[in-house]
Structure formats: C-alpha cells, structure tokens
C-alpha cells in the first residue's frame, strides 16, 4: 500500500481514519470526493483474499467517466491489469475492481461483496441499495462508502440523517462544502455564486439538503421588455404533450398544454419573444411548429425525445415536402435529470441574475402562474419546461456552428 503514495486533503483524512463499517459523506463540488473513493477502493481491494469490490455510479457511462481514469492513474503501481471493455481493474493480489451503473441493478446480483462505493447516491434509486447491494454485503460483513452532492431532502438525506443520529453503531455521517477543499481557489467558488442562484449554490458547493418549495423564483426577479434587442439569433424549444384527439376525455383541464417557446439568445442573456401553447391534435401540432419556424427562422429548432415526437415528425416532414421549406429539427433529452432539478438548473439563475426578459404577450400569466407555482404537481409546467430547453438547444447549436474545418475557396462571387 505504500506504493500508492496516498496523500489526502485534511477532510478526506478525517474520512479515512473514521472506522465506522459504512461512511455517508455529503459534499460540495469538487471537495476532492472520487479521488477519496479511489483510494478506498484501491487500498481495500488489496486486502481482499475472496469476494469483490464494486464502485458504483447513477449510471455505467458516469462510472467510466469519474472513476476509470483516476484509478488508473493513481493505482498504477498496484495494478496487474484493466479491461476497459467491462471496466474492471485487476490487482497485483488477484482482486478486481468493477464499475457498475445503478440503471443497471441485474449486473449486481449474486456476488459477494467486501467493499463497495456508491458515487453520486442521490441520482440512485434507494432500492439498488437496499436489495441488491446491501444483502451483498452481508456474508464477508462488508464494509461502504456513499458519497455525493445533495439533490435535495430524498433517500441520500434520509441515509445522511441516519448516520448523524448515532442509533446506529456501524453508521457516520460527514458534511463538507467547496471551500473544505485548499486547493480549490476560494475566488473560483465566489465567482461561481455570482452566476448561480442561491439554491444552486448552496446545493451545489455548501453541500446544503433543502427541498425545493414553491418559491424557487421570485417575483422581483421578472422584468419586461417590448424593445426586442437587435443583435442575436433566435431558438425554438418544443415540449409536447399528448395530442387532442377530439373525445371528451380529451378537453379535460389535467391534460398537459404542448409549448413552443420562441427565445432570442445573445452575450446579454435571453429574450423571450413568445410562447406559444396549447392542446392541439397531431397535424396542427405540426402545422404550428411550421408556421413558427418559418416565421422567425431560427438558427435550431428542438424538440423533447418522446412518443409525441415521433408522433408529430411524419407530419412536419409532410408540410416541409409540400412547402419546399426543409429545417433540421434536433432531439431534445432529460440529460439524466429530473424535470425539476432541470428547470431549476437552467431558469433559476437566469431570472435571478437578470439574464431572462419577457417580451409581454397573452401568454404572460400563465407563464408566471407555472413559474410562481412550481413544482406544485398540481400546476402545469409544460411552458417553463420548453423554455428550460433552451439551454440545452443554445449550447448545441453554437457548438455546431463554431465547428472548426478547413474550406476550399472554389468562387470569389459563389463563396465555398
């Protein structure tokens, strides 16, 4: 082990020296976490006569992206092997370690386990834990470490909650934020909160488990504008909801509205000329994202991956067909986030810095209605969640722009 050349940060060696059989600790963004996790892994792998050791991520592609290259790096002094084929490491004292999604809980069944890490728990669902990995466990009285950001007061805080109670003996819990890490610059992390809202911040580098509640935004936070800016280039974000089929059933108030949101982006933020909703059937759906997009051209267009996509996609290609008018529609993903960590992600700083203006319009009150009210599951939010993926879309399409690659002038007049 004195090949490792392990050297911690002063919180991460509070870790190490705790002995309680499972560790909770819940930390800030780049606090120095997965490298804490390597180490562990590393060095309780190498004390493994029998059994296996697993790091654990939300997902096996975030394993393979956190964890792989760090133990290669660290761990090359004690490392006989790797298979990045189905990421495992294997030891100069014949133990592996693997790394395993939680979506993909059948990969984790049956086997006994001596140590393990849970990355990111929050991101998990509790049962992964609770049966598959904890039974695992229980032959070898193996031993766990969890670690990760909150996301607010769910089965993480519950496990963190447990540990800071001392009812259980083999439990502790430990809370660190951003600024635990000295090698982190303490001016980084204050221009970080200049950019962020409060909430995100706290969340994301104080480590704080708040719930979200129903004032996420804030009223001072809204301004208007009728002036639209002159300079930047539009973007149509689409959330689609299941389509009006005409029946009775179908006028229902619960039914979601579908929501193209119309958003001029530039370096001051963006402006939001127009959102238009709505319950339509397939075929105006259709009709409408082509009138939208022909109307103001807008260098991308988005629409949310989904059923009612490749439900409205045949139509919209009809009407391009008849028109003669062809545009690039690109698929819109949850980014493995839920709906509300999303929306708060990419609107809550931006109304709170003043980086969001409304143009005024009819659809203004139910805008702020859904704003105001989120997430109350009891409102709609489809107009506020069109709008959040316009982070997503922006981002896209400037990286596609700005895609360097070498041209042949073959015309001075006709250009390349």
Not at 254 to 275: C, F, H, M, Q, R
Not at 324 to 334: A, G, K, S, W, Y
Not at 337 to 362: C, H, M, P, S, Y
């Amino acid at each position: 082990m004195s090949n490792l050349n392990i050297q911690l940060l002063p919180w991460q060696q509070e870790v190490w020296n705790d002995h309680h059989r499972f560790k909770v600790v819940a930390a800030g963004r780049r606090t120095g976490k997965s490298r804490l996790a390597a180490y562990l892994l590393l060095v309780n792998a190498l004390q493994v006569s029998k059994g296996h050791v697993f790091y654990v991520a939300p997902t096996q592609g975030q394993a393979r992206d956190i964890m792989w290259q760090t133990l290669l790096e660290i761990g090359h002094p004690v490392i006989s092997g790797s298979h990045i084929n189905n990421l495992q490491i294997k030891l100069i004292n014949g133990a592996t370690i693997s790394l395993k999604g939680a979506d993909r809980p059948e990969t984790m069944r049956g086997v006994s386990l001596k140590y393990l890490v849970m990355d990111e728990y929050s991101d998990m669902k509790p049962e992964v834990w609770e049966q598959i990995l904890r039974p695992a466990l229980a032959d070898q009285k193996g031993a766990a470490l969890f670690i990760g950001t909150p996301m607010g007061r769910n089965h993480f805080y519950d496990l963190y909650k447990h540990g800071l109670s001392g009812d259980d003996e083999t439990f502790s819990s430990f809370h660190y934020t951003s600024f635990d890490n000295p090698l982190l610059d303490p001016n980084e992390i204050e221009a970080a909160k200049k950019s962020m809202s409060s909430f995100a911040f706290r969340q994301e580098f104080m480590a704080s488990f708040e719930a979200q509640g129903g004032d996420l935004f804030k009223d001072e936070w809204i301004k208007f504008d009728e002036d639209e800016p002159s300079d930047g280039d539009y973007y149509i974000a689409i959330d689609l909801a299941g389509f009006d089929d005409g029946s009775k059933a179908s006028k229902s108030k619960k039914l979601d509205n579908s929501a193209i949101s119309v958003v001029k982006v530039n370096t001051n933020g963006w402006y939001v000329k127009e959102i238009i909703h709505g319950r339509w059937e397939v075929k105006q759906t259709a009709k409408k994202i082509f009138d939208v997009v022909a109307k103001y051209e807008p260098v991308a267009i988005g629409i949310e991956r989904g059923i009612a996509r490749q439900a409205v996609m045949p139509y919209l290609h009809d009407i391009m067909k008849r028109q003669q008018t062809f545009f690039r529609v690109d698929e819109l993903t949850h980014g493995n986030k839920k709906k509300a960590d999303r929306i708060v992600w990419a609107l809550q700083g931006r109304f709170e810095n003043g980086q969001i203006t409304l143009n005024k319009g009819d659809w203004n009150y139910e805008f702020l209605d859904e704003l105001f009210q989120f997430p109350n599951t009891m409102v709609h939010d489809d107009l506020i969640d069109s709008l959040s993926y316009i982070e997503q879309l922006a981002k896209v399409a400037y990286v596609l722009d700005y895609e360097e690659e070498e041209y042949e002038m073959t015309d001075s007049i006709a250009g390349y």
